[in-house]
């Protein structure tokens, strides 16, 4: 059993974090932004002093301004970007591409923007991941303020992937069987933005396929790494250290699911495939118009209905010209929550100054869905 006391200091420590800077930085010389993080809470053992400091720490998250709802016409187009091309798998899963002349720059991304086309609907003959993945670092805090599909409020890259830190310095694991693939630097090849984008990094093929397509996992900003490339790893093997190679400014570790082929534009939320801790569970939705086009960049709030906790925020997925970002064939989600405490929560969304509330019942260890479907876009009024 982890000692409550390591926790607790584990996680004042990690609040420290929130004065600090957030785990991954954009390409552009920007000012480094603060990260939101928040602890375990585990049941049962979750003690009156960690229970104090989650508060503080979910304070601090529901503390976060509220983006102005200034949505923009579906016809807008997206912003002009012509990277250089994503790590996209070769022949060779185990290869990155070559390193661009020209490192590309970060788009304009655009928060409560109507999509000018269909969202993916979820498909009923195909399962969820349904948790198949131990948590690589199952006593660490996570960093919610810069969610998969995010840009941290317009201050980063498209977020492929859930940044978590543990002060103790402890090793994350595998989350599944399978076999190494990656285990050096990216300094000559790029596997993600740019080269030198991870650092230090590890990709594990998975020994299972999911829906007959090849899983990797990959460890990004490691040090101290424990496997070599061929090497056959079993859940729970030691991997690495997190670390601040690469692009992060504080030590963790960027953990991505790539469904598919080894490829940068191929990840899927991990909040949806890492088991929940005890006694919590995962929220997956969709924040749609009645025409089934997405909202991206949305704020959506959670409140539990029982008051028992502040409030939580996520934001639906962002896109990009590269549609970096997938949800799951089943589920079709554009945002996700947790791991949130088993209960009844109301979820909240203000959009064209309408707003729109959901009830979301979350049980222990299961999934749930919600969908909010909103009116048709408002085209402004000319000013007179």
């Known amino acids: 059993m982890y000692r409550v006391q390591h926790r607790f200091v584990a996680v004042l420590v990690l609040f420290q974090l929130i004065i600090l800077s957030v785990g991954c930085q954009e390409l552009s010389s920007a000012k480094q932004a603060t990260p939101t993080v928040v602890a375990r809470d585990d049941s049962p053992g979750f003690t009156p002093e960690i229970k104090a400091i989650s508060t503080l720490l979910a304070t601090a998250i529901a503390l976060q301004p509220t983006a102005t709802v200034t949505p923009l016409p579906s016809i807008t187009p997206a912003p002009t970007f012509t990277p250089s091309p994503t790590a ?14 020209i490192p590309p720059e970060k788009p304009d991304y655009l928060s409560y923007y109507l999509a000018p086309n269909p969202w993916p609907y979820p498909d009923p003959s195909v399962s969820p991941p349904a948790f198949p993945l131990v948590d690589p670092l199952p006593f660490a805090a996570r960093n919610v303020g810069y969610p998969y599909g995010s840009d941290g409020s317009g201050r980063y890259l498209l977020h492929n992937g859930l940044d978590m830190a543990h002060d103790e310095d402890e090793f994350a694991v595998a989350a599944a069987d399978g076999t190494v693939i990656v285990a050096r630097d990216d300094v000559d090849e790029m596997f ?3 080269c030198d984008w991870y650092g230090q990094l590890v990709i594990i093929q998975l020994d299972e396929a999911f829906q007959g397509e090849p899983v990797y996992l990959l460890y990004g900003h490691v040090s101290d790494v424990q496997v070599k490339e061929g090497q056959r790893v079993r859940r729970g093997d030691p991997i690495a250290r997190e670390g601040a190679a690469g692009v992060a400014t504080v030590p963790h570790l960027h953990f991505e699911v790539r469904v598919g082929e080894n490829a940068f534009d191929a990840t899927r939320n991990p909040l949806l495939w890492i088991e929940p801790w005890p ?23 959670l409140i539990d209905r029982r008051g028992n906790a502040p409030f939580l925020n996520t934001w ?10 997938q949800p799951d064939l089943a589920l079709g989600e554009n945002f996700v929550f947790g791991p949130v405490e088993a209960g009844s929560y109301d979820l909240h969304v203000q959009v064209q100054g309408v707003e729109y509330r959901q009830r979301v019942d979350v049980s222990d260890g299961k999934l749930a869905t919600v969908e909010i479907v909103t009116e048709a876009y408002k085209t402004p009024t000319p000013a007179p």
Do not use: F, M
């Open 88 to 101: 996209k798998a070769t022949a060779i899963v185990a290869q990155g591409l070559p390193c661009p002349v």
């Open 192 to 194: 993600g933005w740019r």
């Open 316 to 325: 639906t997925y962002l896109d990009d010209p590269d549609h970096l970002i």
């Open 279 to 301: 006694g919590s569970g995962i929220i997956a939705g969709r924040l749609l118009d009645t025409d089934g086009r997405p909202w991206q960049g949305v704020t959506v709030t």
